[in-house]
């Protein structure tokens, strides 16, 4: 055929190429961006409304679990074409009723519009023994049965025909733990999960040091008592009378009472009820099975939250290929959602949908540095803990500092003890707390340890670690550590904190990558009364931190022995007398990761 004839004929088929790329998404165009937060031209939004349906799926156990399937949708109708799969194991009712109408997951999530409006389904499932779901959760979470139950939806999933065999998880929390659950089960057709603030090691969660949370606990009771038992779910659509709905809840009243189920397990190695519970459902116990699946992972985690250090120890341990951004939120944040949405967009298009958005050629960590409430800047990493911080040394030493009247107003200094004497005394006062916003008043009732007004900023990023070289006049105590800025006016606010249980204080080599921080085992054979009179030496990391501390502020560390907002439990009467000890043979301080200054981008 003549060129002159042809020509015509290649911008036509052309042209029929650019339109079946637009309605599959995956259109490229002439300015493409793919980087941290933005992505343009890599794939389309096609979709601006969405169908739900909602049914039943019985797993092999015979349990009946509730999903809801949310599809993209022309005119009110679902597309037929298959398309990715992304879901989530959810605990807190996969859809809600407000004013008689009820809304999905994606009807109450602008990250799940944006994966819906580009061409994915999501599917969301309530968990055995809650929502509109049979079952009971009798044996705590993350068990063997829920990670069955995972392995069963992904692949029933991806026999859908409105599914293409590609399916992913996302999720937050107990969402985002399942994740890594079901990852160890390597469902074939599981080919990436996004998991928000999840949990590396549930012990500590619940017994930070080896100290109940019981304060958490009651909390998680009163929660876990209305999502289950007090407030019912949407029914599924083949539920027309809420007959089916009446018998799920009532197996529901089976479920275990969290705070007494917790407390049984004392020990990490405590076996109750045929369950050694922080070992069988412990996530840290499978991260192998995760290893050896290969499947992706992007972690999602903040500053902010309490289960901070998770983070970095799923990324210590994880050979797959992973990302990870950490950002200033906390655990229940939700300013982080538009950044997650283009987030969640370019890391599912890559592994689902195969498009070459180079997002797995970027730096693997995403971090931001807090310089003052409001504002932080972006930053990136490769590996982790920085390799280009310096452990700085800040000993304990007598005052006054003359910036707290608190029982002893000592001094925090990286200049080495130099006497054979010093030690300071209090008698546990059980009214501190660490609620309040500024922390002063918890300071003046126990010992605080203050720099001088800063010369220069000090950025701090990683894990500060604590020495304690103490004594007690009871054979057992818990031990609270709060790093702290003092800004210029005398408000202190708490940064980062620790616990330790004085009883637990044995040291042991992890069986896993642990970033080089002291490990307690928590075994019961570990336990060791305190000797009399004799100092013994407790050494804990606090959670790690990314701040810069301000020239003019000063840097606190206070030490107290009780904290009303975690526990109000193993109080002792009369109240025991501590001593810390701040000299030459035994020379209490705190070792922080410091950085040289570093420029990024800013944001508010």
């Known amino acids: 055929m003549n060129l002159i004839f042809r020509f015509p004929f290649i911008i036509f088929m052309f042209a029929f190429t650019l339109v079946l790329m637009a309605e599959e998404g995956v259109i490229m165009s002439s300015e493409t961006v793919s980087e941290f937060g933005k992505y343009e ?18 797993m092999s156990d015979g349990v009946k679990l509730a999903m809801d399937i949310i599809r993209p949708a022309k005119g009110g109708k679902p597309v ?105 089960e390597s469902p074939p057709h599981l080919k990436a999960i996004f998991p928000s603030m ?11 040091g080896g100290v109940f949370g019981d304060k958490s606990a009651q909390g998680l009771r009163r929660a876990l008592n209305y999502w289950d038992i007090e407030t019912p779910a ?16 009532a197996e529901h009243q089976k479920n275990v009472d969290p705070y007494t189920f917790l407390k049984m397990y004392t020990y990490r190695n405590t076996r109750k009820n045929d369950l050694t519970l922080w070992i069988e459902n412990n996530p840290m116990t499978y991260f192998k099975g995760v290893n050896e699946s290969g499947i992706p992972v992007y972690q999602w985690a903040g500053w902010f939250d309490f289960i901070r250090r998770d983070a970095f120890q799923w990324f210590a341990n994880l050979k797959n290929p992973q990302k990870l951004t950490i950002g200033p939120w906390s655990h229940g944040s939700h300013d982080w959602y538009d950044l997650l949405a283009v987030e969640q967009l370019r890391w599912f298009d890559y592994w689902l949908k195969g498009i070459d958005n180079r997002i797995i050629d970027e730096p693997i960590i995403h971090y931001a540095i807090i310089q003052k409430p409001d504002v932080f800047t972006w930053h990136t990493a490769k590996t982790w803990p920085l390799p280009e911080s310096k452990q700085v040394r800040y000993y304990f030493g007598a005052g006054p500092s003359g910036s707290v009247q608190s029982v002893n107003d000592g001094i925090l200094s990286t200049e080495e003890p130099t006497s054979d004497k010093g030690h300071d005394s209090y008698v546990v006062d059980y009214s501190t707390t660490s609620e309040e916003e500024d922390m002063s008043v918890n300071d003046a009732k126990g010992l605080t340890y203050t720099t001088v007004p800063l010369k220069k900023d000090i950025t701090v ?28 006016d005398g ?39 305190l000797p009399k009179g004799e100092p013994v030496e407790l050494i804990f990391d606090l959670l790690p931190i990314s701040k810069v501390f301000k020239a003019g502020n000063r840097i606190r560390v206070t030490v107290i022995c009780a904290d009303a907002s975690y526990t109000e439990e193993g109080k002792l009467e009369p109240p025991p007398t501590v001593t810390l000890h701040r000299n030459r043979q035994y020379a209490s301080k705190i070792t922080l990761p410091i950085v040289m200054k570093k420029d990024g981008r800013k944001q508010k």
């Open 80 to 184: 037929e074409e298959p398309l990715p799969v992304v879901w989530n194991y959810y605990r807190y009712h996969r859809a809600r009723e407000e004013d008689g109408k009820i809304l999905s997951m994606v009807d109450r999530s602008t990250s799940l519009q944006t994966l819906v409006k580009h061409s994915y389904v999501i599917v969301v499932v309530d968990a055995r023994g809650t929502g509109a779901s049979y079952g009971t959760e009798d044996r705590g979470p993350n068990t063997e049965q829920e990670a069955q139950h995972t392995y069963e939806i992904t692949e029933w999933l991806a026999t859908q025909l409105w599914c293409d065999g590609n399916v992913g998880m996302f999720g937050h929390s107990y969402s985002g733990n399942i994740q890594f659950r079901a990852a160890g």
């Open 234 to 249: 949407p029914r599924v659509d083949e539920d027309s009378t809420g007959e089916m709905l009446r018998e799920a809840m």
């Open 198 to 208: 999840a949990t590396f090691d549930f012990y500590e969660i619940f017994y930070r």
């Open 461 to 488: 990023i990683g894990h500060p670690v604590v020495t304690l070289y103490i004594a007690s006049s009871a054979e057992d105590g818990d031990f609270y550590v709060y790093l702290e800025e003092v800004d210029t």
């Open 491 to 529: 408000v202190s606010r708490r940064i980062t904190d620790g616990i330790l249980r004085t009883s637990h204080r044995a040291l042991s080599e992890p069986a896993f990558n642990n970033l080089g921080l002291p490990y307690h085992r928590h075994f019961k054979e570990d336990v060791k009364p």
């Open 41 to 58: 031209g890599y794939s389309k939004p096609i979709y601006d409304e969405w169908v739900r349906k909602s049914q039943y799926l019985e």
